[in-house]
């Protein structure tokens, strides 16, 4: 017996809407409910606490910091690895056995678990890891990278950093391809230099990945979690504290689920605002290019 076409369609997408709404949505909507409540993740009858728990976030100096923090490592962190990844691309961005082995050693470190990473890292930028016994060795003191705040939030952006453009470098590589070589060889015809054949030819003929790349970045690192547990454990004195990790710290270190959840769901509503607006920009941008 054949079905109908409709109802192939809703047979075919039952397993993926069942997936979406037990691992999406009814986690959403219990963490929406938590958020209203005292929960301590204990009690197994939460009491309503009504906005108390938003109310407090928006005075919690923690939070303010975790925001900050989270803030400097997004911004940072999105811009350097579109211009690492767009750099490395177009310097790939040719034929050759050499250039293949580079874009997969380039890429290997985002598929290392972060945490994984933060470790690897840790034991490189640490105390008593490899570059302080370098430099004991030659007689200086080690560079506070993970014992000094300002030090531990750079050392944090830049180990996000190179565990995360390699993905860049990937899809401006896949949109470089998309260039037509007509157009280049129009441009050299025309006199165009390099820098002019790149910012008339093939940055306009980039926008899609601009958008992939700059919406991808963006929306990861606001949710970096792993490598700061691994590099500095939020340390120190909770200096390095993401939104993320405060989240996960006040959640289940503290026994506050129901505050944790309030500040998840309005992480959650930041990443979709700035999404979605981030996004609507760059369209704009893609559509007067194209127009």
């Known amino acids: ?58 005075h919690d100096a923690d939070v303010g910091h975790a925001a900050i923090v989270t803030l400097i490592v997004t911004v940072v962190g999105t ?10 691309a177009l310097l790939l961005n040719r034929p050759g056995r050499l250039n293949t082995v580079l874009r997969a050693v380039v890429f290997y470190p985002y598929v290392i678990g972060p ?10 930028l640490g105390a008593n890891g490899a570059i302080a ?15 000094d705040p300002t030090w531990a939030i750079g050392s944090i952006v830049a180990v996000v950093v190179w565990s ?31 820098w002019q054949t790149f910012r008339s030819v093939t940055w306009p003929m980039l926008a899609p990945s601009v958008t992939v790349n700059l919406v991808l970045v963006l929306v990861g690192l606001l949710r970096v979690y792993e490598i700061v547990l691994a590099l ?16 996960l710290s006040e959640s289940f270190r503290a026994n506050h689920l129901g505050y944790g959840a309030a500040q998840a769901i309005t992480l959650m509503v930041v990443i979709a605002a700035l999404a979605l607006g981030l996004t609507a920009l760059r369209r704009r941008a893609e559509d007067a290019v194209t127009a």
């Open 1 to 58: 017996m054949t079905l109908p076409l409709g109802a192939s369609h809703a047979v075919l997408l039952t397993p993926a809407t069942i997936m979406i709404v037990l691992f999406m949505i009814v986690p959403i909507v219990l963490a929406a409910y938590l958020s209203f409540t005292d929960w301590d993740g204990l009690t197994p009858n939460p009491q309503s606490v009504g906005w108390d728990n938003y109310t407090r976030l928006l």
């Open 164 to 194: 995360q453009f390699g993905v860049n470098v990937v899809l401006y590589l896949a949109g470089l391809q998309t260039v037509p070589p007509a157009l280049h060889e129009a441009a050299r015809v025309d006199g165009a230099g390099r």
């Open 133 to 147: 016994h370098v430099f004991s060795n030659a007689g200086h003191s080690p560079l506070p990278f993970l014992s």
């Open 115 to 124: 945490i994984i990473i933060g470790f690897l890292w840790s034991a490189i």
């Open 79 to 88: 811009l350097a690895c579109n211009a690492a990844g767009l750099g490395l």
């Open 232 to 247: 500095t454990g939020g340390g120190p004195a909770g200096r390095t504290n993401t939104f993320a990790f405060l989240i």
